[in-house]
């Protein structure tokens, strides 16, 4: 069964290798096909009918230079001349830029300073808070605690007293359930 299914998958690539190259290939060659039946058709109407040369008289190509003249002069240290902000940026100093960068550093720092403070103030807060929950959890679990502890001594306390009953009453011929 696999060596079908190997047969089968090489005979489709084969195939596809072939529509492949005949789709990439083809339209080149017919055109070129085309061409060589033309010329050779063109050949013979030229033989039996020949025209004089064509005479042209056009203008040379021109330049890119001449159709826009002001392209040539132009150059980097023009470039935003006209911008007032830009010219006093490119006027600084580089000591001048390097403290600016400095003052904007150490603002991005105190601002990020404040927001880990407020963060910290606030998790100190809800911790707080979760603390006093938990105490009054605690609280109530004591009390609750106290209390099962002074039943549980009750009941002990209440066995006792009804088994002395249980024996006083047998005792005076209660027969029990």
């Given at each position: 069964?696999?060596?079908?299914?190997?047969?089968?998958?090489?005979?489709?690539?084969?195939?596809?290798?072939?529509?492949?190259?005949?789709?990439?290939?083809?339209?080149?060659?017919?055109?070129?096909?085309?061409?060589?039946?033309?010329?050779?058709?063109?050949?013979?109407?030229?033989?039996?009918?020949?025209?004089?040369?064509?005479?042209?008289?056009?203008?040379?190509?021109?330049?890119?230079?001449?159709?826009?003249?002001?392209?040539?002069?132009?150059?980097?240290?023009?470039?935003?001349?006209?911008?007032?902000?830009?010219?006093?940026?490119?006027?600084?100093?580089?000591?001048?830029?390097?403290?600016?960068?400095?003052?904007?550093?150490?603002?991005v720092g105190e601002?990020?300073?404040?927001?880990?403070?407020?963060?910290?103030?606030?998790?100190?807060?809800?911790?707080?808070?979760?603390?006093?929950?938990?105490?009054?959890?605690?609280?109530?679990?004591?009390?609750?605690?106290?209390?099962?502890?002074?039943?549980?001594?009750?009941?002990?306390?209440?066995?006792?007293?009804?088994?002395?009953?249980?024996?006083?009453?047998r005792k005076l011929?209660?027969?029990?359930?």
């Open positions: 069964m696999s060596r079908r299914s190997g047969a089968c998958l090489r005979c489709c690539l084969v195939i596809f290798a072939v529509v492949s190259a005949l789709c990439v290939c083809g339209p080149a060659l017919y055109f070129k096909f085309q061409k060589g039946l033309k010329f050779k058709g063109a050949a013979t109407a030229a033989a039996s009918s020949s025209c004089p040369p064509c005479v042209c008289n056009c203008a040379p190509p021109q330049s890119l230079f001449q159709i826009v003249p002001g392209l040539a002069n132009l150059s980097v240290s023009d470039c935003g001349k006209d911008d007032p902000d830009l010219k006093e940026e490119m006027e600084k100093q580089f000591v001048d830029l390097l403290s600016e960068e400095l003052k904007l550093q150490e603002t601002e990020h300073s404040k927001h880990m403070n407020v963060t910290l103030w606030e998790a100190k807060r809800l911790a707080s808070q979760y603390q006093r929950e938990a105490e009054k959890c605690n609280a109530a679990t004591e009390t609750c605690e106290a209390a099962r502890e002074r039943s549980e001594v009750l009941l002990a306390k209440e066995r006792k007293i009804t088994s002395l009953w249980e024996q006083r009453a011929g209660w027969e029990g359930e």
